[in-house]
């Protein structure tokens, strides 16, 4: 896949659609290749950190430099299926799967209490104290059924968070 918005053609869009199991239209594929194409400002092929935080939404959000690590490097392919997780048509499991990958800093399949002090802090900033950080965590795993010592698996985020109203989504403008 080139970078000019020309070179996308219609395997290509088919290719894309089919890596991301069909939760994009092909319309919102080639609108997703111009946002790309726009982000990659030397035309790489890719989109480099700096690149994504150009985008004020994402410079914003409190777990950014989390995300950095999920996104920085991504080809077009890799960048929809980024995004697929925010899709309205991906699976709850599909949405559980990417909030794992951003709890599990190290990415080695195990959110520890560490993993999860360290996004509470990111989502709370000075709001809150290291201490009442503490107490959240010691309350949910609680409820959960699990101990500071305990880790959790992908299986067990999914356990957890299923039946929850998780709401991921961002809409993709279409022209």
Do not use: W
Request: aromatic share 10%.
């Amino acid at each position: 896949m080139g970078n000019a918005i020309s070179m996308l053609t219609q395997y290509d869009i088919e290719e894309v659609q089919e890596h991301c199991n069909n939760l994009f239209t092909q319309q919102e594929i080639v609108c997703l290749y111009q946002r790309f194409c726009q982000l990659d400002r030397n035309a790489k092929g890719f989109i480099s950190a700096d690149e994504f935080l150009s985008v004020p939404e994402f410079a914003l959000n409190p777990l950014s430099q989390r995300l950095i690590k999920l996104v920085d490097g991504l080809n077009f392919k890799e960048f929809v299926a980024f995004l697929s997780a925010f899709s309205s048509e991906a699976s709850i499991h599909h949405k559980i799967e990417f909030i794992f990958k951003l709890y599990d800093s190290d990415g080695n399949g195990k959110v520890t209490s560490k993993d999860v002090l360290e996004v509470l802090h990111d989502l709370t900033g000075a709001f809150m104290s290291d201490e009442q950080r503490e107490e959240v965590l010691t309350q949910v795993l609680q409820e959960a059924g699990y101990t500071r010592e305990s880790y959790l698996l992908l299986d067990d985020f999914i356990k957890i968070l299923e039946n929850s109203d998780l709401k991921m989504e961002v809409e993709v403008p279409v022209d």
